[in-house]
Structures are given as structure tokens and as C-alpha cells.
């Protein structure tokens, strides 16, 4: 069963680049700057973060410039499913 969802994969890509964006101005990078430190042109940097429209690899390599990876990879751990009933919580 699809489970109910509050945002859309657009609002999380939005949010991904508003965040990438947001440290970049409070490392006081210019795109031009964080297209040096990370290898991503700066217009794919400027589209990124206008559209939230990027490949995964280039994301990754801005992440890097401005932060640590370890928050990323912490989204590959599994994680405890949620239980669907009371039963289920009364068992755990």
C-alpha cells in the first residue's frame, strides 16, 4: 500500500537546493567559487539552484564542497519499519 505523502519529490529536490545554496552563502562561496572547490560548472550550480534539477553524482560532489557527506549516507541505513497497528507496538 502507497503510504500517504506531504511532499513531493519537487518540493524535496527544491529543498536540497536551497540548502546547498543557503551553505554556500554562509561559506561566502560564489558559484563561481563552489564550481572551483566541487568540479561543477557553475551554470549546472545556478540551474540546480533555481530548478532543484540535477544528477545525483553532481549534487553529491556540491554536498561535499559544503558539508559532510555523513548526513547523506546516513539515508542508505536502514531503518526500523513503523508499525501499522497497536498489536504490532504491543509486541515490540
Same mark, same amino acid.
Given at each position: 500500500?502507497?503510504?500517504?505523502?506531504?511532499?513531493?519529490?519537487?518540493?524535496?529536490?527544491?529543498?536540497?537546493?536551497?540548502?546547498?545554496?543557503?551553505?554556500?552563502?554562509?561559506?561566502?562561496? &560564489?558559484?563561481?567559487? !563552489? +564550481?572551483?572547490?566541487? %568540479?561543477?560548472?557553475? $551554470?549546472?550550480?545556478?540551474?540546480? #539552484?533555481?530548478?532543484?534539477?540535477?544528477?545525483?553524482?553532481?549534487?553529491?560532489?556540491?554536498?561535499?564542497?559544503?558539508? &559532510?557527506?555523513?548526513? !547523506? +549516507?546516513?539515508?542508505? %541505513?536502514?531503518?526500523? $519499519?513503523?508499525?501499522?497497528?497497536? #498489536?504490532?507496538?504491543?509486541?515490540?
Amino acid at each position: 500500500m502507497a503510504r500517504l505523502a506531504l511532499l513531493s519529490p519537487a518540493d524535496i529536490q527544491q529543498q536540497l537546493a536551497d540548502a546547498v545554496r543557503s551553505r554556500r552563502k554562509a561559506l561566502k562561496l &560564489s558559484r563561481d567559487e !563552489l +564550481a572551483a572547490r566541487s %568540479t561543477v560548472p557553475a $551554470p549546472t550550480i545556478k540551474k540546480f #539552484e533555481t530548478t532543484g534539477q540535477i544528477s545525483l553524482r553532481q549534487f553529491i560532489l556540491l554536498w561535499q564542497s559544503v558539508d &559532510s557527506l555523513e548526513p !547523506l +549516507a546516513t539515508l542508505a %541505513t536502514a531503518t526500523p $519499519p513503523v508499525p501499522a497497528s497497536i #498489536e504490532d507496538v504491543l509486541k515490540s
